[in-house]
């Protein structure tokens, strides 16, 4: 089974991909990471991409359809996913749910729910290590990076204005999505206002 990830910014999907796809041998699809690979390949769509997600806005469907369908020719045989950031409107949905009939792969939603006023609070305060960008939350007490002693550093899109609108666009674009998976009976729900270990238990039981 292919996995669909959904949560506000700052829930902690990031950090729950990791397990999950270790856990159940997945591999990983994440939309944001893509994006910022593309971004930073001084080309001239880079460029446009990167002026997009710098202002938390989100890039075009086109754009990350394209990416997704790259991603997928080239899996090995038999390997499922987990996706992480994508469908991230009713568009992007409309166009993955085709590209996933068409290549024949099923796949669960597992949404991780935080409020977003936790959300927010995560997000102003949580840091980014600039060499392998791990991620590290508020409670992190270190100077560097624990996985490659990198500096850390908060990520371009993380200043209060970038946040809110991608908050905004979540609640406005994505959540319609999830209303639909939810409705498909297509979705898997878990709290994720709890500890690190807490969501990942939760996930494993509902998913297992
Ligand atoms: P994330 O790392 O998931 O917070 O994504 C960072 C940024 O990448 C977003 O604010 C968007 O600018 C862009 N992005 C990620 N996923 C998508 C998507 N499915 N569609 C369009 N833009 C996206």
């Known amino acids: 089974m292919n996995y669909v990830l959904f949560g506000m910014q700052g829930s902690g999907k990031g950090t729950q991909s990791k397990f999950l796809a270790e856990k159940f041998g997945l591999a990983i699809f994440e939309t944001g990471a893509a994006l910022r690979a593309l971004a930073s390949d001084g080309s001239e769509l880079g460029n446009k991409v990167k002026a997009i997600m710098e202002a938390g806005n989100l890039v075009s469907t086109e754009v990350v359809m394209e990416i997704i369908a790259d991603f997928i020719h080239k899996l090995p045989e038999g390997q499922s996913v987990l996706f ?39 997000l102003t305060t949580r840091r980014l290590c600039s060499s392998c960008k791990s991620v590290f939350p508020a409670f992190y007490e270190g100077d560097k990076c624990e996985n490659c002693d990198g500096e850390l550093t908060t990520r371009k899109d993380d200043t209060p204005d970038a946040i809110r609108v991608r908050l905004d666009t979540f609640l406005e674009k994505t959540v319609p999505v999830i209303e639909a998976y939810k409705a498909q009976e297509k979705m898997i729900i878990v709290n994720g206002e709890q500890s690190i270990e807490g969501v990942t238990s939760e996930l494993i039981n509902k998913i297992g």
């Not at 409107?89 to 409309?94: P, R, V, Y």
């Not at 590209?99 to 609070?121: H, Q, V, Y």
Request: aromatic residues 6%; charged residues 35%; proline residues 3%.
């Open 84 to 122: 992480d950031g994508i469908p991230r409107s009713k568009d992007q949905q409309e166009q993955f749910d085709a590209l996933m009939e068409s290549e024949g792969l099923n796949f669960t939603g597992i949404l991780i729910e935080i409020s977003e006023d936790e959300a927010l609070r995560r």
